[in-house]
């Protein structure tokens, strides 16, 4: 009997590698020279702002990508984020209480990207135009997340954003900064 046991733990230890070898094929097609798309839904926390009193409130991406190499991508995405403010009299247009600020643009981005398997850690960042009710400027972003493939050519996950879009609303409020951070949870088709 006890050779027995011994036989089988041997068994598995030469089974095991082979089965996680061969799932690690089926979740690691060759995605180098392929498109992606995504769609991303979430919270957005604000920046702070001694002039307004921001209250952050969701935010949603969609995109499309391309990798360039197993480490590499480029993507193009559309961010949407929505913010409540408590609006002062003294900003024109606008009555004393609160209002809604949507927050609008889109960017391109460079992904660096480290594939484990089914998982792939990614960090990157990249440009854009961001306009909202007051204002449309240059804009900038960062990210980093992991996706984890449920499927050959399908990945949800979550990610990190930290947008930079500053707004000058001339003498009422100079140096508004719009921007805020992003968690998202996320779905991306590999074609």
Not at 80 to 104: E, H, K, M
Not at 111 to 118: A, N, T
Request: glycine fraction near 16%; charged fraction near 15%.
């Amino acid at each position: 009997m006890r050779n027995g046991w011994g036989s089988l733990v041997v068994a598995l230890v030469a089974v095991i590698p082979m089965c996680s070898h061969a799932q690690g094929n089926m979740f690691e097609p060759e995605r180098v020279g392929r498109w992606y798309l995504s769609g991303a839904a979430g919270t957005f926390k604000e920046e702070t702002n001694p002039q307004l009193g921001l209250d952050g409130r969701f935010g949603l991406a969609i995109g499309a990508g391309y990798r360039l190499s197993p480490h590499i991508s480029l993507e193009v995405d559309g961010l949407f984020a929505s913010q409540r403010v408590d609006t002062p009299s003294t900003i024109p247009g606008l009555a004393p209480g609160t209002a809604d600020i949507y927050t609008r643009g889109i960017g391109g981005l460079v992904k660096f990207i480290l594939p484990l398997d089914r998982v792939e850690l990614y960090v990157g960042g990249g440009l854009g135009i961001y306009n909202t009710t007051f204002w449309t400027d240059v804009g900038f972003q960062t990210m980093a997340g992991a996706d984890f493939f449920v499927s050959r050519h399908i990945s949800v996950g979550v990610e990190y954003r930290r947008l930079k879009f500053d707004a000058i609303l001339g003498s009422f409020v100079a140096g508004l900064d719009l921007g805020g951070e992003f968690l998202l949870a996320t779905v991306r088709g590999h074609l």
